[in-house]
T-cell receptor
Framework: EAGVTQSPTHLIKTRGQQATLRCSPI?????VYWYQQALGLGLQFLLW???????NRGNFPPRFSGRQFPNYSSELNVNALELEDSALYLC?????????????FGSGTRLTVV | AQRVTQPEKLLSVFKGAPVELKCNYS??????LFWYVQYSRQRLQLLLR??SRESIKGFTADLNKGETSFHLKKPFAQEEDSAMYYC????????????????FGKGTKLSVKP
């Protein structure tokens, strides 16, 4: 069974640009979660999608947005990049919105803003 | 507000010594709690869930609702246990049942010395 896959692995952008990160969940998983892992801050919840709908959003500005496609893959968009957006962005998936079984995480996309 | 606190950034023990990684939470409903582990150069993975009352790799964790804690314990640490450990809470209150995104603590780095 293929795990959660994220692309690209690394991304370097200039301040003010836009970044697009992609995530493919495990087959059969319909919920996708995005987290930001910045140095010293742990995992900060960004967004949760289930069945194509945004279910919850963390305490991030509107320039962080995303969507979930009919095949349950997801995209995270970060507009007007700032230096402090540099972080590892993790995607996770779960079977439906039921997380009692926990999430499965991808390896992440390392975003560097220069 | 839902919150997970891991008071120790770093815990260093010798091989064979007991280990206790602390986790306290703030949540007004019935919590669902998890421990995740990230070994060097590997993706974040689920270690155990309170609901299953399981023991994985010799680790156990008991939910103490009175003290709002979910400490992770192992009687005899091994060098291969060295990793980053994250405690996580399900923010399920608004979504019913066992749904909802996970709130993570900032993590504790466990170092087991030979």
């Amino acid at each position: 069974e293929a795990g959660v896959t994220q692309s690209p692995t690394h991304l370097i952008k200039t301040r003010g640009q836009q970044a697009t990160l992609r995530c493919s969940p495990i087959s059969g998983h319909t919920s996708v979660y995005w987290y930001q892992q910045a140095l010293g801050l742990g995992l900060q919840f960004l967004l949760w999608y289930d069945e194509g709908e945004e279910r919850n959003r963390g305490n991030f500005p509107p320039r962080f947005s995303g969507r979930q496609f009919p095949n349950y893959s997801s995209e995270l968009n970060v507009n007007a990049l700032e230096l402090e957006d540099s972080a590892l962005y993790l995607c996770a998936s779960s079977r439906g919105a039921r997380i009692v079984d926990g999430y499965t995480f991808g390896s992440g996309t390392r975003l560097t803003v220069v | 507000a839902q919150r997970v606190t891991q008071p120790e950034k770093l815990l260093s023990v010798f091989k064979g010594a007991p280990v206790e990684l602390k986790c306290n939470y703030s949540y007004s409903g019935s919590p669902e709690l998890f421990w995740y582990v990230q070994y060097s150069r590997q993706r974040l993975q689920l270690l155990l869930r309170h609901i299953s009352r399981e023991s994985i790799k010799g680790f156990t964790a008991d939910l103490n609702k009175g003290e709002t804690s979910f400490h992770l314990k192992k009687p005899f640490a091994q060098e291969e246990d060295s990793a980053m450990y994250y405690c996580a809470l399900s923010g399920s209150r608004n979504y019913g049942g066992s749904q909802g995104n996970l709130i993570f603590g900032k993590g504790t780095k466990l170092s087991v010395k030979p």
